[in-house]
Every structure is written in C-alpha cells, then in structure tokens.
C-alpha cells in the first residue's frame, strides 16, 4: 500500500509515558506544534485510538507497538523510543510498513551505570535489611555480611554502552571486573572476558546483567545459573524483566546461595505510577526493588527528550534516517530542489530502473538521488524542482512494490 502526506511541518505527533518536555521545546524549534502528549502507557483500544491520527509516536519502554498494533496505524510515520531499549518496537514489522525506529542509544548510559555502582556497595553491606530493619526500631550493627568491594570480582554479561562503563568505575573502586558477552569485545581497562557465561558465574562475587530483550536472553539467569553462582553472591539485573526468572531467583534467594540482589527491571511491570504491583520478591528484605529507574534521571530525560525529538523532527522534515534501528539509514543534506520525494519501498530487484523511468519519461531532471537498502527495504530520496516533484510523486506512488511515498516542499 503506498500512501504520501504532504509536508513534514503537518505532521500529528503523540507523546506517551512522560517524555520530557525538552521533547516539546525541540519539536516546536523545528516547527512542530501539533503534539499531544499523555503521562502513561496506553494499551490495547485506548492506545489505538491515541494513535489513530498520530504521524509520530514518541514511546518510552513501556508501550507495545506489536506488528497488530502497528497494522491499525496506517497513517504512522516514525516511531522515536525515548529511551536505548527498542524491545516493545516490533521492528521488522516496523520496517515493513516503511515506518523507521529511532531511540537514544546512550543519554541514560552513565544514568544506569551509577546506580549499579552504588548498589554493588549497598548489597555488599548488607544495607538494604539493616535499613528495613532500622525503619521498624531494630539496631542490628555488625560485620556479618558486610565486605568492602575492593578486590571483589564484578562479573557483568552484556558488555555495551553500559556493561563498559560500569566495569570502569567498578575499577576505580578496586573491583576485579570480568565479562560475558556473545561478541568479542574491546577489554577496558584491566576487564577480562571470560569464555562462557558458567565461567563468569563461578568467578564473580557481583553479577550485573546489561543485555537487550533478546530471544536469547530469555531467561538467560534460571535455575541452573544460580546455582552455579558462587554462594553468598549477589544478582543485578537493570537490564529488562524477561532476562530473569523471577520465580528462580526468589527460590535462590530463599536457600541463600544468594545473599542479595538490586532488581530494577520485571517480567511484567505497571503501565503508570497509579497501577499495583506484585512480584514474589517483595518478602525479601535483601532485595533493593527500584521502579525501572535506571535511566530516570534529570540529566537523562532532557537529554533523551531533545536527542529523540530532533532524530523525529529531521526525519520529518527532511526524510534523515541516520541511526535508525530497522531501516536503511540515509544521512542527508537539506534539498537541493524546490521538493524532495521520499520513496520507501520493498527492496526487489528493477526498483531503482522503475523508478528513474518514471522521472526520464516525464522529462524530469533530477537534482540530486540518494539510496540506501536493508536486504528487505530500500529507501530513495529524489530532490526536484516543484512542479515536476508533484507530477513524478503521484508517479512513484503507483510503482508496485512502493512501500509508502512520502513529498516535502
Ligand atoms: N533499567 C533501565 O532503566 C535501563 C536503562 C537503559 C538500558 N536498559 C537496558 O539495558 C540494555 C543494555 O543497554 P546498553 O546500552 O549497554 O546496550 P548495548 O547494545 O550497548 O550492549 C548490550 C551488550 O549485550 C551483548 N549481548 C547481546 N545479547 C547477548 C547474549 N545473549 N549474551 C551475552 N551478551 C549479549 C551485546 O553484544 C552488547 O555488547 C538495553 O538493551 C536496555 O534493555 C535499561
Ligand atoms: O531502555 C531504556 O532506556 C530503559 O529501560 C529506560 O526505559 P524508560 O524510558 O521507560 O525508563
């Protein structure tokens, strides 16, 4: 089905989950002003509804844009993640429907980064029972449990933006880091990577995990990792709920193989402040449960509010898709005619002959031709002059295999 919209400053764009307003200020800077914005996640008729005139999407972690959703949002443009996780995108299906997927692949990086840090020396303190215990007027001073975390081995799996950083201050602070990771990675520092995940779960005191939502990492830490992990160790997880079993976890904790853990992140999470939330670890005292607040800092949200907002904006305006996560990523200049024709479209062989037919048999001169390809999309920008552009953009969308054809004047 190929569709156009006429000129990115028309577009409709809806915010959901509390995005920042620096978010806001970027797109009115760039002359977008018709955007709503909501302070929660949406599901099911009432995100559809939301989204029903949306040309953009802003989302943060929560919000399910699956290959159902995304086929009732015809009208859908881009989708921006507000956030590094693009896990609740489906992106192929994205990427499909010509629809490019843009996140912040590191302005909460440090955010996370610091507050595993901090929790490595809370947990190796053994704080977070003497603090329940405290609140309710038991004094428990001792060292039983409690061990400087100088000369103790960081074990983290997935070592990207964040598993990077965190092994670098773990070393400021005297830690011996050690890593996982299903690529060979650059070892900073005095970091090893170590052969396989058993290894690093029989060496390491503290395991961190910084892995993506992955068929791969379901489930990556269930039974049989920890008890494989030293006893009286530690589990971090600020990564995503599903890369945990929450059940297993809570059945080592129990027999205390671990001695505690910092969990920031579950299998299924409220959609807003207001919804209740369970999990079986509640009864444990050692457990530190934060809110999925990694990268909920000041800093963060206004940096990923105008990073995001200006990748939406510029993709909008003038059909960039540099850093896109799904999609052939084409970098561009401002036009070089009075128009530029964004053509998306399946990636089959002729495409780009039928395309340039189009413009030689009208007689159209061409300014300027960009093209970029995944092996299932490819993406043309043609600059023009105006009258011709209009002509050849009713042309280019009735090619078979036009994916959505999109003109900005
Ligand atoms: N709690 C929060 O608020 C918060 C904030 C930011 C990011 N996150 C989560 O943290 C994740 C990591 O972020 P990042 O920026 O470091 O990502 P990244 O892409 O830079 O690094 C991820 C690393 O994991 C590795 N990896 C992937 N699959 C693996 C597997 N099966 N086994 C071992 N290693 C594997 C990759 O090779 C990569 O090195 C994000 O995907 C996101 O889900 C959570
Ligand atoms: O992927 C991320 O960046 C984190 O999980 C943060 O998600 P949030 O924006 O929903 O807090």
Redesign the pocket.
């Known amino acids: 089905m190929a569709t156009g919209t006429a000129n990115g400053r028309d577009f409709n764009i809806v915010l959901l989950?509390g995005i920042h307003a620096t978010a806001l200020e970027t797109l009115a800077a760039a002359g977008h002003t018709r955007v709503s914005s909501h302070a929660r996640s949406l599901a099911g008729d009432e995100l559809i509804a939301a989204l029903a005139e949306a040309d953009l999407v802003g989302i943060?972690?929560?919000t399910q844009l699956t290959a159902e959703v995304l086929a009732q949002l015809p009208r859908l443009a881009a989708i921006g993640?507000?956030?590094?996780?693009?896990n609740q995108v489906d992106l192929a299906a994205a990427a499909q429907r010509g629809i490019p997927v843009f996140?912040?692949p590191f302005?909460?990086t440090r955010s996370?980064a610091e507050l595993v840090l901090a929790e490595i020396v809370m947990l190796m303190r053994g704080i977070p029972e003497k603090n329940a215990l405290l609140h309710r007027g038991g004094w428990m001073k001792s060292a039983a449990n409690a061990w400087e975390v100088r000369g103790k081995t960081l074990g983290i799996i997935g070592y990207g933006h964040i598993g990077t950083q965190i092994g670098v201050l773990a070393e400021q602070l005297g830690m011996n880091v050690v890593f996982h990771d299903i690529e060979a990675k650059l070892p900073l520092g005095n970091a090893r990577q170590l052969g396989s995940l058993e290894a690093l779960l029989a060496a390491a005191d503290v395991v961190s995990l910084h892995v993506p939502e992955t068929p791969a990492t379901r489930d990556m830490m269930g039974a049989a990792q920890f008890a494989a992990m030293k006893p009286g160790s530690f589990l971090i997880n600020?990564?995503?709920g599903t890369v945990v079993d929450i059940d297993a976890l809570a059945a080592a904790l129990e027999r205390k193989q671990l001695l505690g853990a910092a969990i920031d992140?579950f299998p299924v999470e409220p959609k807003g402040n207001d919804d209740p939330f369970v999990t079986p670890l509640l009864r444990f005292e050692n457990v530190i449960l934060t809110p999925?607040?990694?990268?909920?800092t000041a800093e963060a949200?206004a940096n990923?509010g105008r990073e995001v907002a200006a990748k939406l904006a510029r993709y909008g305006d003038n059909g960039s898709t540099a850093t896109a996560v799904n999609f052939p990523q084409v970098t561009l200049p401002e036009p070089a005619g009075q128009c530029r024709i964004l053509h998306i479209h399946h990636n089959v062989p002729g495409m780009l002959a039928r395309i340039n037919e189009r413009f030689s048999a009208a007689g159209i001169n061409i300014v300027a031709q960009y093209l970029q390809t995944t092996p299932d999309i490819g993406y043309v920008v043609i600059d023009a002059d105006a009258d011709a552009s209009r002509v050849a953009f009713d042309e280019l969308k009735a090619i078979e295999g036009t994916i959505r054809c999109r003109i900005v004047c």
């Open positions: 989950e943060r972690s929560r993640c507000f956030c590094i996780g693009t996140n912040a302005s909460n996370v600020a990564s995503r992140v999925h607040i990694g990268g909920s949200q990923i």
